[in-house]
Nanobody, 122 residues
Framework: QVQLVESGGGLVQPGGSLSLSCEGSGFAFDFYALGWFRQAPGKEREGVSCISSSDDRTYYADSVKGRFTISRDNVKNTVYLQMNSLKPEDTAVYYC???????????????WGQGTQVTVSS
């Protein structure tokens, strides 16, 4: 069955760093664009970053640009989010997703992870 399992969340002080991982299984990982959303209490879900299936094109929300880096390892079936210079406003549940590349299919059926909590506080 299809699974996306996040790990790496936790509590960190402002200015600190965390690295999130999301390992996929049960689907053709290298055919999918990958990314991260986050949702803070009382706020709408926000797109954070995404990376293309094959050419490593990336996107970052303005709120994280210059601080976060997304990467993928198709051998390990894993997408990463390196988060540096963390701020209290980065506190949220972070969700990874996988969406098949339009080079392969026009279908929109993303897979979602269960989420991992990131808390930035002193």
């Amino acid at each position: 069955q299809v699974q996306l399992v996040e790990s790496g969340g936790g509590l960190v002080q402002p200015g600190g760093s965390l690295s999130l991982s999301c390992e996929g299984s049960g689907f053709a990982f290298d055919f999918y664009a990958l990314g991260w959303f986050r949702q803070a209490p009382g706020k709408e879900r926000e797109g954070v970053s995404c990376i293309s299936s094959s050419d490593d094109r990336t996107y970052y929300a303005d709120s994280v640009k210059g601080r976060f880096t997304i990467s993928r390892d198709n051998v390990k079936n894993t997408v990463y989010l390196q988060m540096n210079s963390l701020k209290p406003e980065d506190t949220a549940v972070y969700y990874c997703y996988a969406q098949i590349s339009p080079r392969r299919s026009l279908a929109y059926n993303p897979y979602w992870g269960q989420g991992t909590q990131v808390t930035v506080s002193s």
